[in-house]
């Protein structure tokens, strides 16, 4: 398994542990099933090396997305969601504490998040980038 991979199912366990209500799942960005609304979707955005004298540690950027249907849930529901989604990312120390499956994450910053309506679908897109390496 690759280290985007590694990284990729960390924040996915970290988000399932946290996920703000029972209605949403957490699923892989990558999946063939189209998943059920609301969801968050999980994938790596972009990967490189994070330096030629340390080949071995990643810059990895994630692409965390809600995805909510218009009307299916409470709006005060939904901007709560969002708050305690961008509080979870923000928690650093519990990110790179939870490090596991063989990976390692070294930083993790959150870089904040922005709305968009797709026909009747909100999607709240998450940005985060981490450095990581093999445990």
């Known amino acids: 398994m690759t280290i985007t991979q590694r990284v990729k199912n960390v924040i996915m366990d970290i988000l399932a542990d946290s ?3 029972t209605s949403i ?11 059920i609304l609301p969801h968050i979707a999980v994938d790596v955005a972009s990967v490189s090396n994070y330096s030629d004298e340390l080949p071995q540690v990643q810059r990895v ?4 997305v809600l995805s909510v249907h218009a009307g299916d849930e409470d709006d005060n529901d939904v901007e709560n969601w969002i ?5 979870t990312l923000q928690q650093a120390n519990d990110v790179s504490s939870q490090s596991g499956d063989g990976v390692i994450i070294y930083s993790w910053i959150y870089s ?3 709305q968009e309506w797709d026909d009747s679908i909100l999607q709240v897109n998450f940005s985060v980038e981490c450095l990581a390496t093999r445990a």
């Open 112 to 114: 904040g998040s922005r």
């Open 83 to 87: 708050a305690e989604i961008e509080a």
């Open 61 to 64: 950027s994630m692409d965390i």
């Open 25 to 35: 799942t957490v699923v892989d960005a990558k999946q063939r099933a189209t998943p």
């Open 19 to 21: 996920v703000p209500d």
